[in-house]
């Protein structure tokens, strides 16, 4: 069966630091994998998402940047992290594209407080 | 104009009530449509897909209606263990990007 990991659970970090969040997953090949934050009682929104090594998509101009440095590994970074970058943040994958429906399942997340 | 609209609620039920959930979309190209329930500082978890057809699965039935670009779900005999916030969320795009509703928050009361 498959698995998604997020590491860490939780991370305080000082305004201007860097940060890197990593999530990977077991148990398939070649997924689609996504990253969402959640800021504090709002939705989820979509960040970045990859179909393939290498292959980033962004959604939201920020100063985030995302990485696929293998086929089951999906990385979050920062140069320098702002007050409004704290929030929950969640990785997802999905089977590559196959039809209409492709579920997406959730990682555990990382919550993170910038101060 | 939100992409993806629901009812914030919140709603508080007691136990064995139905309690029906709405949402709608404003792209109709939208492609695929999901329920999803958030449990408190947790990731959000699937409940399940709806298809065009209207499903049903255990107490839960979801139905879509693309004409009018919603979406439903009716949950029966709600448990304590429903209590939750229920994520309307609509995929669109080559990589099936989920947009999700800001949710309605769900307790059941004993």
């Known amino acids: 069966s498959q698995t998604i990991h997020q590491w860490p659970a939780t991370l305080v970090q000082p305004v201007g630091s860097p940060l890197s969040l990593e999530c990977t997953v077991e148990g398939t090949s070649n997924p689609n994998l996504y990253w969402y934050r959640q800021a504090a009682g709002r939705g989820l929104q979509l960040l970045f998402y990859s179909v393939g090594i290498g292959q980033i998509s962004s959604e939201v101009p920020q100063n985030l940047s995302a990485s696929r440095p293998q086929d089951r590994q999906f990385i979050l970074s920062s140069k320098k992290l702002l007050l409004s970058d704290s929030g929950f943040y969640l990785c997802?994958?999905?089977?590559?594209?196959?039809?209409?429906?492709?579920?997406?399942?959730f990682g555990p997340g990382t919550r993170l407080t910038v101060l | 104009r939100k992409e993806v609209e629901q009812d914030p609620g919140p709603f508080n039920v007691p136990e064995g009530a139905t309690v029906a959930f709405n949402c709608t979309y404003s792209?109709?190209?939208?492609?695929?449509f999901f329920w999803y329930r958030q449990d408190c500082r947790k990731e959000p978890k699937l409940l399940m897909s709806v298809y065009s057809s209207g499903n049903e699965d255990g107490r839960f039935t979801a139905q879509l209606n693309r004409a009018s670009q919603y979406i439903s779900l009716l949950i029966r005999d709600s448990k304590l263990s429903d209590s939750a916030t229920y994520l309307c969320v609509v995929g669109l795009g080559f990589a099936r990007q989920l947009t999700f509703g800001s949710g309605t928050q769900l307790t059941v009361l004993p």
């Open positions: 997802a994958w999905s089977t590559p594209y196959s039809g209409s429906y492709n579920e997406q399942f």
């Open positions: 792209n109709s190209a939208s492609q695929s």
